[in-house]
């Protein structure tokens, strides 16, 4: 005969039981929003049986969430970690546009969806823009390893595909999964730890794009606004060879951005590179440093070939800094080597697939230069108030 004390001990026990699960829970991050899924709302019931037999519901954000395999694998995973679980069940629902639009709320606060937040004061995020002047420099290369690099020192990192016409960064990353949407904000897909978007998520196969001015504005401030990129650290944009409307657009959009300039030794190069670095005068923005890419080639008797050249890194970093006024320094010298190529082939950045190799190191000595400036001034409030006469 079941007693009440025995009902209550039962009851006792699953309270417990419940409890134990909903805190394994807590450490279960969604893998777009990488926040706990307790935190967002996502928990919808736990419920468990004398037999330790546990169900948990769990709301995906929308119905094609991508990494719902992940979510399951991770969840049923934790919950069978708990002490006197015996058994998993786990259910996935939907969140409804209520749940969806608190998500939001959770997320973005007050701040109006199509706020920038990297333009907004106090903002910690260090953004900066890669650019060069001529197509072919190696521009995109530099953006994804310094973006691996620096997301290797626990970094929270992000890579915005600027070059609309060009978009090359999601096969460099090996990204291949599409952004989903939560109300009106885009969760980035993810690899290596970065964050990404690029145009390429949104066309269908290798289809051109074709927009004029305005177009190109518009979908820049989308990316900036309207995608969810959390706290981010840094965020790297791979800009379009030259000086035309992304770079414009960036400047309006972004002010405190500032430029990182991408060049080859050779002359022609060189000379290009510093009409883009010189944008910087119209623009009021900062240039950062110079990276000499392709700078020689390692011979197999410990020689270099310089097959572009020699100081075309040096004389743009000098020439930008008499021009602006600045200190404009090199950051580095990449050297030539197929496994760059290879990696932007098979999306694995040479940050991981050679780590030792001289032209991984260049990338790993920049991004420490990068990964040791201090956060910027720009924009922010120092706190001050007159003094009383």
């Not at 026990?13 to 419940?18: E, K, P, Q, V």
């Not at 333009?119 to 290369?141: E, F, I, L, W």
């Not at 060009?166 to 885009?186: D, H, W, Y």
Request: one cysteine or more; proline letters at 6%.
């Amino acid at each position: 005969m079941v007693t009440d004390a025995t009902t209550r001990d039962n009851l006792s026990h699953n309270d417990a039981l419940r409890a134990a699960v909903l805190a394994v829970l807590e450490g279960v991050n969604d893998p777009e929003i990488r926040r706990p899924i307790t935190e967002l709302g996502m928990v919808d019931s736990v419920a468990v049986d004398s037999l330790g037999g546990t169900s948990v519901k769990v709301l995906l954000t929308v119905a094609g969430c991508p990494m719902r395999e992940k979510l399951t694998t991770e969840v049923t995973a934790a919950v069978r970690t708990v002490p006197g679980v015996t058994s998993v069940d786990l259910e996935l629902g939907v969140m409804d546009d209520a749940q969806r639009t608190e998500l939001r709320t959770k997320l973005r606060g007050d701040n109006p969806v199509n706020e920038i937040p990297f333009a907004q004061p106090g903002s910690r995020t260090r953004v900066y823009a890669v650019a060069s002047g001529k197509g072919g420099v190696g521009k995109s290369s530099v953006t994804v390893n310094l973006a691996v690099a620096l997301a290797r020192r626990g970094l929270q990192v992000g890579v915005l595909d600027a070059d609309i016409y060009g978009f090359s960064v999601p096969r460099m990353l090996g990204v291949t999964g599409k952004p989903t949407q939560v109300e009106k904000m885009i969760m980035p897909p993810q690899a290596h730890d970065v964050k990404v978007i690029s145009i390429g998520m949104f066309t269908p196969g290798n289809t051109a794009v074709v927009w004029r001015g305005p177009m190109l504005h518009r979908a820049l401030q989308q990316f900036l606004a309207d995608v969810f990129w959390g706290d981010l650290d840094v965020l790297l944009m791979d800009l379009p060879p030259g000086t035309g409307d992304i770079a414009i657009s960036l400047a309006q959009l972004v002010p405190s951005a500032e430029l990182l300039v991408v060049t080859t030794p050779q002359l022609a190069a060189r000379e290009v590179a510093e009409r883009a670095g010189s944008i910087a005068l119209q623009t009021h923005q900062q240039i950062i440093g110079v990276v000499e890419n392709m700078s020689w080639l390692e011979m197999p008797d410990g020689s270099r070939l310089e097959l572009f050249g020699a100081g075309g890194g040096q004389a743009v970093a000098d020439s930008l800094a008499e021009s602006t006024g600045t200190k404009v320094g090199l950051l580095g010298q990449v050297p030539i080597d197929v496994a760059v190529r290879e990696g932007g082939d098979d999306g694995i950045p040479i940050v991981l697939s050679h780590p030792e190799s001289a032209a991984a190191l260049a990338f790993e000595e920049i991004a420490n230069t990068l990964a040791g400036r201090q956060g910027s001034l720009v924009g922010r409030s120092l706190g001050l108030s007159p003094a009383g006469r």
